[in-house]
DNA sequence: ACACTATATAACTATACAATTATATAGTCA
DNA sequence: TGACTATATAATTGTATAGTTATATAGTGT
């Protein structure tokens, strides 16, 4: 019960800060259904190349994601799939007092989670 | 299925933005026994006033705090308890690979999040 | 009205980081 | 080896924001 402790906090805030730009949740959530490469995160998400490599890379870093080069590619894939379920808890909550309900909701609400 | 479109990204986004900084936990962790005024908040967080004083007008922004002054006090409480199961989720994931696990999952793992 | 307390805000500085452009690295195939 | 493709990184710029100090606002009691 006791105050968490510096480092902690700054663990969590740091993932918390992983997931808090929107180009960040567009690839995670592009990689919902599998992993991709590269060129394709780049082409669904709509950046640039440059841009896409890097906040892979610091997803790689927070652990978000898992990296791994087939040949000429790099393949990416999510390291953990409860991130899904924050984003989740997350729209629960916007959608509660947004008019955005419906537009949040299914974002990444998709078929099943398993748990 | 289709991709989220970008002003719901930028929700979300901003949602983990406003958890993305360890004074702005530390707050949200003493706020989880109950309501607390800024004096309080600032003791137990250790920051200044006027930080404390900020972070609490970008908590309520984001729909994250609510607001009451009472007298020449004003108390803040969680808006939505489901904030701790998002550090939770968190705590867990971030327990699974890291040695401060014991450190990490006590944080906000406090007795019963009803659910 | 005045003094006193609690909270908020303004002005400022320093730092973090998102995006871009250009370049480097690494793998593949001829 | 050299040409080609895919990915990563460096250098740069602009913007956001955390924290500080000083000040303003608002409520209470005299």
């Known amino acids: ?8 906090l700054e663990y969590v805030a740091r993932y918390f800060k992983a997931l808090a730009e929107p180009m960040r949740l567009k690839v995670l959530n592009a990689l919902q259904d ?3 490469n590269v060129g394709q995160l780049t082409e669904i998400s709509g950046g640039s ?3 896409i490599s890097k906040h892979l890379s610091l997803l790689t ?12 590619n790099v393949y ?4 953990d799939p409860r991130v899904y379920d924050l984003c989740e808890l997350v729209c629960g909550q916007i959608g509660n007092r947004m008019t ?7 974002m990444f609400v998709t078929t ?3 748990r």
Chains 1, 2 share one sequence.
């Open 1 to 8: 019960m006791s105050a968490p402790d510096d480092r902690a």
């Open 34 to 36: 599998g992993e991709k």
């Open 49 to 51: 190349q440059a841009n």
């Open 61 to 72: 870093q927070y652990n978000l994601v898992e990296r791994e080069s087939r040949g000429t």
């Open 76 to 79: 990416y894939k999510i390291a």
């Open 100 to 106: 955005l309900e419906n537009d949040i909701k299914k």
């Open 112 to 114: 099943n989670h398993v």
